[in-house]
């Protein structure tokens, strides 16, 4: 679901109203944990806190990466409605441009948002499309051979759902087949074509079915991996263009916000939303 930046603008004018947002989403309809009362809270002048008739204070950001951050509450919100809205997100350049922070601290936040949008641990399940893809490491040559140090990263993708993106070490069976296990339900069917990592899955008790590309057999039928393909490509285009070059330290937060807005994209609730809701009820790992 759209949400524009003229809605932006409209309903978080200040931080303030960013607090009060995350308030009536995670405690105003919740009784004081201290006297049991309804309604009782006011917000405190000049300190992120609401406090209870009782004089019992709280603080609604405690847990969450925008407790005691220097930046002010709208910009963390802001960072988040770039990165939930834009189909490619955007680069800490850019959003230092648009918010007027330093490149840092833009940094930082985008880095940390990115960590939200990694909430989603459950398995995947019916159908699930399985790949790999190698990232160049300069990616102006990208067009040359495959170098020795490319990264690699295994995908696997949900038909009609969610898409959950992996930087490992090599796309050996040691390292493909235990992240098939952690991340896809043992009942799902996995598509994926014949390369030789994926060969034990059927030993593993899953539904396994390969396409052929060697011999540019792409579709058959129900048999295909177009899904996790078209993520690729989209990723490819997204961190090539936007980012222009992706330390492999960060790859794997990249992929996490790739695979975030994909498995998202067809939610009733705005993805904005989504992390804002996840924060209080799953703490995220802070990060420096
Ligand atoms: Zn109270």
Known sequence: MKFTIQEF???????????????????ADKPCTACGLYDGFHKLPNRPAYQ???????????????????????????????????????????????SGVTYKTAWRIFKQVRLMMAYDNTQLNTDVEVDEAYMHPNPQK????????????????ERGGRARIKHVKSSGTRVLVPEIQKNIDQNATIYSDEYGSYRLLKKRGYLHETVNHGKQQYVVGWVHTQNVENFWSQFKRGIYGVYRHCDPIYLQHYANEYAFRYSNRKSDTPMFELILGKLLSSPIPQTK
């Open 9 to 27: 603008k409209q309903k978080f004018p200040t931080s303030d109203s960013c607090l009060d947002y995350l308030w009536k989403m995670h405690f």
């Open 52 to 98: 209870c008739q009782c004089g019992c204070q709280l603080y609604p950001l405690a847990g969450t990466p925008f407790h005691k951050s220097t930046t002010d509450l709208r910009t963390w919100f802001l960072a988040i409605f770039f990165m939930t809205n834009t189909r490619s997100g955007m680069s800490a350049l850019q959003f230092q441009r648009i």
């Open 142 to 157: 990208r067009s040359s051979a495959k170098p020795h140090n490319s990264q690699v990263l295994f995908g696997m993708v």
